[in-house]
């Protein structure tokens, strides 16, 4: 059984100077034993926490013995995002206290704490993946494979909308996490994927439609595991994702990258949307760096990150060498 270990960064200050102060983080380690193999960081997605592997993990299917990201070959390292919430009540600071790249600079700063002088590969989705693109930018010669998944290196303008109608919910609504989680799950999916799924049949028992029954779990869902200053706290972090910030533009921004890129898109993805990582990935190419761009090919949305994992296994194998 794995259990929380916890490190404190001292003195960090955040990039807008509101805050100076000790900042303790909880993480996970999976595998192999600290510095006895390469090390693999995985970054979670909003709703997410650093239990990666093992029976309740979330990224099971690909991270364990023998699986994609191999732990009887490298260590996994995961951090849980302070303010996530995760077997913790504890509320140090306001909910838009640190930036997503706040947060990549302490995980950064923690990672050297522990002695890790590099990571063979960063990985992350959604705003996991966002975090990975800031930790790469700040920490040039931390990572050798960056990988987003489902993710980009900014907060699109959809996004933003999309996470303004969250708060807005959040602040308004009697029952405010189980609403505006019904309304989120309608970006993570398709409507593809609802027909298939449902195709307009009725719960008889509830007098509605399997759909609408659907949406309703995963609001009771998340109120239980899920306290509303997190999530307040992860869709701010979400909003906050910008590597180009203090630079010239994005051009700039990409210049001081260092590590190979390899980004997984999703071909129906109505909320990281497959035209941004293209569009970033002809940028890299264009300033001659090392990128490859992979897509998976789903009905089902965003969310298929948690679904195609033997696309996502098959596209990133030749990374952890591990053969299907």
């Known amino acids: 059984m794995n259990s929380l270990k916890y490190i404190t ?5 955040s990039e807008d100077g509101k805050i100076t102060a000790d900042v303790t983080l909880s993480y996970q380690l999976f ?15 909003l709703t997410g926490n650093s239990d990666v592997a093992g029976e309740n993990g979330w990224w099971k299917s690909i991270v364990g013995d023998s699986k994609l990201i191999d732990t009887k070959k490298y260590t996994v390292l995961a951090f849980d995002i302070p303010g996530n919430g995760y077997k913790t009540t504890e509320i140090l600071f306001d909910y ?16 050297q704490q522990l002695q890790i002088s ?17 930790m790469a930018i700040l920490f040039p010669d931390l990572i050798e494979n960056l990988i987003p998944v489902a993710s980009d290196w900014k907060a699109s ?6 996470n303004k109608v969250q708060f807005q919910i959040l602040e308004n609504s009697k029952k405010p996490l189980h609403d505006a989680r019904m309304m989120a799950m309608l970006f993570y999916r398709s409507p593809a994927s609802f027909q298939s799924r449902f195709n307009r049949t009725v719960n008889t028992n509830l007098g509605m439609y399997n759909i609408e029954s659907w949406l309703q779990h995963h609001g009771e869902k998340l109120e239980g595991r899920f306290t509303l200053h997190a999530y307040k706290v992860m869709t701010h972090l979400l909003s906050s994702v910008d590597i180009s910030k203090k630079f010239e533009g994005i051009e700039e921004a990409l210049s001081t990258l260092k590590s190979k890129v390899i980004m997984i898109g999703i071909d ?9 990582n293209k569009e ?5 190419d264009r300033q001659h760096k090392e990128v490859d761009y992979k897509e998976i090919k789903s009905i089902h949305g965003h969310d298929a990150f948690l679904i195609e994992f033997e696309q996502l296994v098959e596209a990133l194998s030749d990374v952890f060498k591990y053969k299907i």
């Not at 960064?9 to 200050?13: D, I, K, Q, R």
């Not at 590099?118 to 800031?134: C, D, M, R, T």
């Not at 970033?280 to 890299?284: E, G, N, P, S």
């Open 9 to 13: 960064v001292p003195n960090f200050a």
């Open 31 to 45: 595998g192999k034993e600290l510095h006895s193999a390469p090390v693999v960081l995985i970054n979670h997605a």
């Open 96 to 111: 838009d206290a640190f930036s997503a790249r706040d947060i990549a600079n302490l995980f950064g700063l923690a990672v």
């Open 118 to 134: 590099s990571l063979y590969a960063a990985i992350g989705s959604s705003l996991g993946g966002g975090i990975a693109w800031e």
């Open 157 to 162: 303008d959809w996004i933003l909308g999309h």
């Open 268 to 276: 129906s993805d109505l909320f990281f949307v497959a035209s941004d």
């Open 280 to 284: 970033t990935a002809k940028l890299l």
